[in-house]
C-alpha cells in the first residue's frame, strides 16, 4: 500500500499489507498526519468507505477506474443501444468537464429512462425483476460517484489529478522488474521493492 504525492512525485508511506482495508488507510493518513504533513486533497481508486473518510477534505475518485467498473457492467462490446450509448459517454469521462459530463448522463438518462426501469415477470415469482440489471448497476455507478468524480474540476486552485495514473504506472515498472527476479524469496523481494520505492 502507498502514499504518493501527486504534485512533486515523492513516495511518501508504504505498508506491506495482504488486504487493503479502511482501517489500514486511516493508520497511513494518521501516519502523514504525525509526519506534520498537510493533505490537501486525496485522490483514490474510489474504494468503498474510502471516499468518505475524511469529508473536510476533497477526494477525488480516479476516473480511469470508474471507466474500468462500467466496463465491466456493459462489457467492451455491448449489444443494446442504450449501453452503447452510456459506454461512449463513459470513454470520454477523462477528457471532459464536469457540466458537459452530467449533462450527456442527464441527457442519457432522460432518453433511457423507461427501457431503463423495464421489469420482467416470471410466473412462479410473486416479484418483478428488472429487465436490465447490469445496465442499471452501471449507472447507479455513475450516478453514485458522481459527487467524487470531478472534485479536481471543483477544486481546480488544488491541481488535484483526475486519476491514480501516476501510482498506477509506478506499480506497472514495478511488477515488471520483480518480473526479472522470479526467483527472489519474499525478504529479498521486500528489499528490492524498498529501494525502488525510496521509503
Known amino acids: 500500500m502507498l502514499f504518493k504525492d501527486a504534485i512533486t512525485g515523492e513516495n511518501l508511506y508504504k505498508r506491506y499489507v ?20 498537510t493533505i490537501k486533497g486525496i485522490v ?4 468503498k468507505g474510502l471516499l468518505q473518510m475524511y469529508p473536510g ?20 462490446k455491448p449489444k443494446m443501444q442504450a449501453s452503447i450509448e452510456l459506454l461512449e459517454l463513459t470513454k470520454i469521462l477523462t477528457k471532459t468537464d464536469k457540466e458537459s459530463f452530467v449533462g450527456g448522463l442527464n441527457q442519457w438518462y432522460d432518453k433511457w429512462e423507461d427501457f431503463l ?33 470531478f472534485v ?6 488544488l491541481n488535484i489529478p483526475n486519476t491514480t495514473n501516476a501510482i498506477d504506472g509506478h506499480f506497472s515498472d514495478l511488477k515488471n522488474k520483480l518480473r526479472c527476479h522470479n526467483g527472489l524469496t519474499e525478504e ?12
Open 18 to 37: 495482504k488486504h487493503e482495508t479502511i482501517m489500514l488507510y486511516r493508520e497511513g493518513f494518521e501516519v502523514l498526519f504525525n509526519l506534520g504533513f
Open 44 to 47: 483514490c481508486d474510489g474504494k
Open 57 to 76: 477534505i476533497p477526494t477525488q475518485m480516479c476516473q480511469f477506474h470508474q471507466k474500468l467498473i462500467i466496463r465491466r457492467y456493459l462489457t467492451k
Open 117 to 149: 426501469n423495464e421489469r420482467s415477470y416470471a410466473t412462479f415469482k410473486k416479484k418483478s425483476a428488472y429487465k436490465h440489471k447490469r445496465l442499471r448497476s452501471a449507472y447507479n455507478s455513475l450516478k453514485r460517484n458522481l459527487p467524487y468524480l
Open 152 to 157: 479536481w474540476y471543483d477544486h481546480y486552485e
Open 188 to 199: 529479498r523481494k521486500k528489499k528490492f521493492i524498498d529501494g525502488f520505492l525510496k521509503v
